[in-house]
């Protein structure tokens, strides 16, 4: 709670306190009078200011006006009809900032849950000086390559590979996960988490811009500027709807009355002002103005508590009508790490020809090259590397030592003629290599699937996905295999990237209906295209490409695809909450009218349709900040 808040409380306290004691004062005329309005002002002096504002700045239709015009009718029917009925315009005061206030608590309660995401980026960073001595230099100017050092209790502010020390990282602000991550010389760090316990030397691999804390803090400045398309009807819907019920209630107000004066059956204006009033109190629209962007902004924070970062509410309305969950299989499904089960080599050496293979792949950045590098640690050594040339869905090709290498799938090895065959003893990803198109025999790799996958494929179907594929550029024996492990329904093996897109496309053809919505899931390598042509894509944040958390309309901060079903999940649960609210507020102001209409609506109904409901549809979208992740179920 900050200050302001912590103020408008006690004002809510004391003016509730002030009117109960009033109640019991037997004070008449001028005194009563005073006291009451003394209260009144108390509580309503803002609202009223806002008012006088919005008129000055000619934008007077919204609720404050509504407020205004309403409480203070009523004060001057009081003094007209000298009933010294003052309550009703306090009351109607006093609901009003009580449903502000648990708005704006809800407020700013998620605000410091997506602020924890914006903390993350720190200031400095730490490079050791000519003299050993520490400096503190500008994040902007550190250069790739470069050795930072990263003390305890420091955010680490570059991406990098640890090169020295070990410690354990506090992710939480990213990725949601409160256990510690232990890093050792050779892991990757990202920046934005916490160094908790050992000093590290950090070589940095990117430049501090397009580091992971610098690009998430760039999404979620976009993010606020994207509404949902419920928050742009009520936006809408408001701005005709209001004026409409003043000029309503003034006509209520006036015709009436002049026409019963007419036929001759007296004044009856006290009575008709007093129900022009109640309708205009029953018919104030701010339980849906306030309540529906809020649902969405407490979505987007519980999201991003659990680590998924929505990069707008309107995807939060899409994610929820999810029926096709596509994913990739590299990285999204599996680790990503793939290790050397198996050389197979026709003439060469086992390692030499593993030494080729890793000379080929030392500058891609698939993770099969990064496998094949740590296989082979030693690939810097003083061969020549040139032309290379990375083909995608196929492999890599180069010139090394002044021979051409080829090193990829089957496919690849058709390119450049070379006469291949399948591993006959293992199950796995089989790169091939080829010398001047001269086949030289295969190195089997084997990924592993995440430990969370079967979980997350068995989460969304229970939550209503109907269906689920999996699209890989691996050959087909070993997507079968991966699909058949996790469930998936369909399968799609051996695609190219542009294969990738046109599956997607059919499969969006395919759609039951326009409404369903169908995601993909990616890591972004070779993927990225596909990313943005599905209705929604969501990427792997922390291992995913940069063009993968730009493509993406949601990033999961830590590969985990058990959160996409936590992303879902919330998205489901925050719309029924703003759809019970629509139903809810519409369906008790039109009861009230109705009673209204009628006679038998007081003000004190009307204060229940509009700020009671207020505060019930406020409270309702306070659960969206609580909606809990899917919790992994550990596997033995
Ligand atoms: P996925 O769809 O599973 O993410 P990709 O489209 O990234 O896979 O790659 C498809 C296939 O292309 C790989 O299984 C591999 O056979 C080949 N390939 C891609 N990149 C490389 C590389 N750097 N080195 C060797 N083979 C590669
Ligand atoms: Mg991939």
Known sequence: ?????????????VASAATIALHFIPVTGVVQFVLYMAVYMLIGYDILRKALLGIKNRQPMDESLLMAIATLGAIVLALYQQSGDYVEAIAVMLFYQIGEWFQGYAVGKSRRSISDLMDICPDYANIQGENGQLEQVDPDDVEIGSIIVV?????????????DGTSSLDTAALTGESVPRDVQA??????GCINLSGLIHIRTTKEFGESTASKVLELIEDASSRKSKSENFITKFARIYTPAVVYSALTLAIIPPVIILLMGGGM?????????????????????????PLSFFAGVGAASRQGVLVKGSNYLEILSETKTVVFDKTGTLTKGVFEVTAI?????DAQELLHLAAHVERYSTHPIANSIRLAYPNEADDCSVENVEEIAGHGIT????????????????????????????????VLHVAIEGVYEGHIVISDVIKPHSAQALKELKRSGVGKTVMLTGDAKKVADHVAAELKVDEVYSELLPQDKVA?????????????????????GINDAPVLSRADIGIAMGAMGSDAAIEAADVVLMDDDPLKISTAIAISRKCLRIVKENIYFAIGIKLLCL????????????????????????????IRCMFIKGIKPVESH
């Not at 050779?186 to 920046?191: A, F, H, L």
């Not at 059919?506 to 899931?521: Q, R, W």
Request: aromatic residues 6%; charged residues 20%; glycine residues 10%.
């Open 1 to 13: 709670m900050n200050k302001k808040q912590k103020n408008n409380l006690i004002r809510i306290i």
């Open 151 to 163: 003390q305890p209790g420091e955010k680490i502010p570059i991406d990098g590979v640890v090169t």
């Open 186 to 191: 050779g892991d990757e760090v990202i920046s």
């Open 268 to 292: 009856s204006f006290g009575t008709w002002i007093y129900r022009a009033l109640t309708f205009l109190v029953i018919s104030c629209p701010c339980a849906l103005v306030v309540s529906i």
């Open 344 to 348: 197979h080599p026709a003439k060469l």
């Open 398 to 429: 180069a010139t090394v030592n002044g021979q051409h290498i080829a090193v990829g799938n089957g496919k690849l090895m058709d390119k450049v003629g070379a006469d291949w065959h399948d591993c006959h003893s293992h199950v796995g990803t």
């Open 503 to 523: 599956k997607v496309e059919e499969l969006l053809e395919k759609k039951a209906s326009e409404k369903d919505v169908l995601a993909f899931v990616g890591d």
């Open 594 to 621: 109705a009673l209204g209409a009628v006679g038998i609506a007081n003000m004190w109904v009307a204060i229940f349709a509009d700020v009671g409901v207020m505060v019930l549809a406020v409270l309702n979208a």
